[in-house]
């Protein structure tokens, strides 16, 4: 009987990349001479630091997802870029596990956070990486890549290097996709409800793939505490469900899954390219 354990979605996230699928963009399925010829050679001198994370996702979601999803959307966001490779995904965020349900999540702290990516950050720069691109899927640590970004491309662009951050991936996207189920009519959203679990669903069983991210049988009952307004506070009589889903679930589809998928790829694609863009627009010193 398999069991939804963060074991069992920390080595999902590492045996899902067996075996390499062609054309091969992950660093850690390259040999270093690869690399080389890849950077040196081929003009890949782009690359993508994703940041995902372990954090209970309901009683539907592995604890994995961030993870698991960062994969599979960091390897569509290099083919489609071009000339990018993807460094492993990271795959702490800056979380705390909370004294209610604190299974299945692992976090850091901001400075720790911060630190790790600046320090990939450089060893990527060091590997002849020319374009550093942070990013993450998970709203902690959001605030970190971007003042990391700041940080760095400060410190190495008169040497023509640049780290950008990519907030359009998470903040923008996530934004316009709730918009899009408010405005056709979906039940609330929040927390491993509909956007998540219909992520997950989309990226496990696409190409005939069966990873089994989603226990499809517990969508049916997929629903946690409601969704607060802004400024709205929780009724303290009225008693919670805290079972790590904010919103309601039930409506997941792979269908669903796809138009986040997409938009997550595209919006970074977009954004990606309009640093590089800014690089030939600048005047020369």
């Given at each position: ?179 899009w189920l ?45 969704v607060l307004?802004r400024g ?54």
């Amino acid at each position: 009987m398999k069991t939804p354990t963060l074991l069992v979605a920390l080595s999902a996230a590492l045996v899902s990349a067996q075996p390499p699928r062609k054309p091969v963009v992950e660093l850690q399925m390259m040999t270093w001479a690869e690399i080389k010829h890849a950077v040196e050679d081929q003009g890949m001198i782009n690359v993508v630091v994703y940041n995902g994370g372990v954090e209970q996702r309901g009683p539907q979601n592995v604890s994995g997802g961030h993870n698991l999803m960062g994969q599979e959307t960091a390897r569509e966001i290099a083919l489609k870029m071009g000339h990018t490779l993807v460094a492993p995904v990271l795959p702490y965020s800056v979380n705390e596990a909370p004294a209610s349900l604190p299974w299945g999540t692992i976090g850091l702290t901001g400075p720790i956070f911060a630190e790790v990516n600046e320090r990939v950050a450089e060893q990527l720069i060091k590997n002849g990486f020319k374009n550093v691109f942070l990013m993450g899927d998970h709203g902690g640590g959001q605030k970190e890549l971007g003042e990391v970004a700041k940080k760095l491309d400060e410190q190495y662009s008169p040497k023509g290097i640049h780290v950008y951050f990519c907030d359009q991936m998470y903040d923008k996207a996530q934004n316009d996709y709730w918009k899009w189920l408010e405005d056709n009519h979906y039940p609330s959203y929040g927390h491993a409800s509909i956007m998540d679990t219909s992520e997950m669903l989309y990226l496990s069983t696409r190409d005939g793939h069966d990873w089994e991210w989603v226990r499809e049988d517990l969508i049916k009952t997929a629903v946690g505490d409601p969704v607060l307004g802004r400024g709205q506070r929780r009724d303290p009589n009225t008693p919670r469900i805290n079972n790590g889903i904010t919103g309601d679930a039930r409506p997941s589809t792979p269908e669903l899954g796809k138009r986040i998928f997409d938009m997550k790829v595209d919006y970074a694609v977009r954004q990606m390219k309009e640093f590089l863009a800014s690089q030939k627009a600048a005047p020369a010193n």
